[in-house]
């Protein structure tokens, strides 16, 4: 019996399963408090800084304080806070002052090696509803979240330890990334191949474009720059099964896609 050709097709071609699509704009931002206070400025409970609204769970006689880079290890400009009670302050809620939604890029906390917690959890909210799972985060300098999908549209995060005493810079957001309902136009079309084991994308229209693929945990796993017009074949025969995520840097903007390897 001759052979449907379509269904052939179908059956060798397995269209990638997008959990999440986005094309975002550039337009990442980087909060270096640079507040033009005094050291050791006390700013309260609660301030508003850069449409960002910095909360601490103190009590009498704690505040979120200003340190203008003599105690702070990066040497910049960054917030402290004056907890000199164990366990006086055990979380900081950061969040959008409108509840605007933006995708968490990084942010720098740095224990000060007084005796505090060196180690805690961060969570992601929207809508005060928790997105995704609590993760575990050391206070040991720059932690980065831009291949966590479960920060990628939020509108506040949540930092919690049993006894906080930590510096905090360098706050990078960036646009949120949406959802494949907010998308005005997808010209990128992506398909593995399940017969050859490949990944094919093809569609890019300018410039040239950066494909970095992670899995699930965050951990780059390769990277390749290639220009328009071109298709790209790339070969995932050394991939287990699992959920991968895909992210193309175009001068259009970034595409983000989970996908999963049978």
Known sequence: MK??????????????????????????????????????????????????????NGGAGDDITFDDGSGSPNGSNSLYDDN??????????????????????SIYLQEPG?????????????????VGTTDAINFDGTKTFSTNPDFDDIDEFRIEATDINFYLDNLTYNSPVLSIDDITRENIISFYNSDTKELRIKGIESGKTYLQ?????????????????????????DFSTGIYI???????GNINKKFFIK
């Open 246 to 252: 895909l992210r193309l840097r175009t001068n259009e």
């Open 114 to 130: 007084i005796g505090a917690s060196t180690s805690g959890t961060i969570s992601a909210f929207k809508n005060d509803v928790q």
């Open 84 to 105: 000199l009670d164990i366990g006086g302050i055990t979380m900081w809620t950061i969040k959008s002052i409108d509840g605007s939604e933006f995708q968490l890029m």
């Open 3 to 56: 052979k449907n050709y379509f269904s052939e097709k179908l059956k060798n071609t397995i269209f990638i399963l997008v959990f999440l699509s986005s094309i975002i704009t550039y337009s990442q931002t980087t909060i270096t408090f640079d507040l033009g206070l005094g050291d050791n400025a006390q700013l309260g409970l609660t301030e508003d800084i850069s449409g960002f609204n910095f909360t601490i």
């Open 213 to 237: 693929l992670f899995s699930i945990n965050g951990k780059q796993l390769l990277s390749k720059e290639f220009v328009e017009n071109n298709e790209v074949s790339i070969s995932l025969q």
